[in-house]
């Protein structure tokens, strides 16, 4: 997904809710801000928004001399989101329909996206979740099911910390023995790092890869041989969250992206409502589906 | 008032509202957008938020050859106002307290402001108007009837197209023989000039003189000498908007605000909450009164 005008005013935003977040110094804050606007004045818009981020947040890392910024507010959603987790499962195994269930608190975790809102509370988690539960799910569960049950090699992209334990949830109910869950190989904004999936416990049930990368999505120029071997030999691909569509909804790959539309502008390229819950089969699968 | 650097993302985003407004010409939209970046980039932060608007609305009229893009949204406004008006004017008649019925009219009426939201509906105008009718007020109303009954020469300085029609209902309760009107000298996004005042009527109730400038608010050093002139020996001076806030509020003149705070950063600045109906009188009246 190419940059939009509108993502312009949002970069900005994103830029002094980050650097606040990371350093209380305003010389800091108007140190970055300016490079930021210097640079979204000649940015290219072809190139997708978390390319834009990722710059941005190296930029922020550079001039506050952190490497991981954001590794409290990580460590703060771990704890949470495992509080959460026997419930979560519970419910799941209690349920009418356990996959749809399992995808519908999936996504319901992805609230937790610092880049979007940087005043995220515990209490806007639990309302996710609740609504997750009863709100329109836009999915083809069914088929879903089937996809994945028919692949034998099914990559799983975490998005962020805290929303990991969500995945666990889903990767449990697809059968851990076929998931491999990949995560940044780098700090970028509240995304999961190796880190995340052992403080959480993912690393005991599958097995997790880093991408190699700090950008907010999965930019496939951007990452190592290693992941992008195993990404190409998937199956089958389960992409979580908003950058991972901003940067792989025109991907030549058999890919499932779930997410919560926080973003008017990822809504309105989607063809959703924002808030909405999605699950969205990539267009090229759709393509060879009609051809095969 | 200063620009705080929370003005900064809101200029780009408005730069995008009002380039769209007046042309649907992409290509026109990134030019403008590009080259706000780069200004914002290196702009001065102690000059005040409209001071940048007012750069940016020229930067717009330039890039799409208009002179005045804003006329048929400003006509819309004032006939929709025009339709409000005698119901307006009987709310007062019949009111218990008429001058505080008109001062939360006038401010109602202020919700008429295409750079804060560009997507203004007629709905959303009479909403304002019921909400005024009923919310709290941050006034002290007696204070204000004294100071407007005190003072020989008023200056009242309109802000918007449309809220014009709102504010000729406080004029009538303060006694128009004394009040002269200000408004802009050339357009300014939706703000009130000459034409504004006759197609109103608001020329044949009071004097009007435009302040020969084009910012959205009062830059003192910008406007012509012959306004400055009936700025200074104003006995009072009521200030419509928050244009007019952010340019004045450091004035040193008798000054009313009177705004609905619609910005966060105005609302932080004025110590009141967004949505809030205010009226303030300037600091700089307070220390003098203190010192009478």
Request: zero cysteines; hydrophobic letters at 30%.
């Given at each position: 997904m190419k940059t939009y005008f509108d993502c312009i005013p949002c970069f900005v935003r994103q830029t002094l809710d980050s650097v606040r977040l990371v350093t209380p110094d305003e010389a800091v804050h108007e140190r970055v801000l300016r490079e930021v606007l210097r640079t979204a004045a000649e940015m290219d818009l072809h190139q997708t928004a978390p390319e834009m981020a990722q710059w941005i947040h190296r930029r922020i890392r550079e001039h506050t001399g952190?490497?991981?910024?954001y590794r409290e507010i990580k460590d703060w959603s771990n704890r949470m989101a495992l509080k959460l987790y026997p419930t979560l499962r519970d419910w799941v195994a209690e349920a009418s329909l356990p996959m749809e269930t399992a995808v519908r608190l999936a996504i319901a975790g992805?609230?937790?996206?610092f880049g979007v809102n940087?005043?995220?509370?515990e209490a806007q988690v639990r309302e996710s979740v609740t609504h997750a539960l009863s709100a329109s799910l836009d999915a083809d569960v069914e088929e879903f099911s089937r996809a994945v049950s028919d692949a034998g090699r099914i990559l799983y992209l975490a998005d962020n910390a805290g929303e990991i334990v969500f995945d666990r949830v889903l990767i449990e109910q697809i059968s851990p023995e076929k998931v491999t869950v990949g995560v940044k190989g780098f700090p970028a904004i509240n995304d999961a790092t190796m880190r995340d999936a052992e403080d959480t416990g993912m690393t005991e049930l599958v097995e997790v890869i880093d991408n190699g990368s700090d950008a907010p999505g999965t930019i496939l120029g951007d990452c190592s041989n290693t992941f992008l071997e195993r990404f190409q030999n998937a199956d089958l691909v389960i992409a979580k969250g908003q950058g991972n569509y901003e940067t792989?909804?025109?991907?030549d790959k058999d890919i499932y992206f779930l997410l919560k539309a926080k973003c008017p502008v990822i809504a309105a390229d989607i063809g959703c409502q924002v808030g909405s819950l999605v699950m969205r089969r990539s267009t090229f699968s759709t393509v060879s589906a009609g051809k095969g």
């Open positions: 952190q490497d991981d910024p992805n609230i937790i996206d940087s005043r995220l509370s792989l909804s025109e991907a």
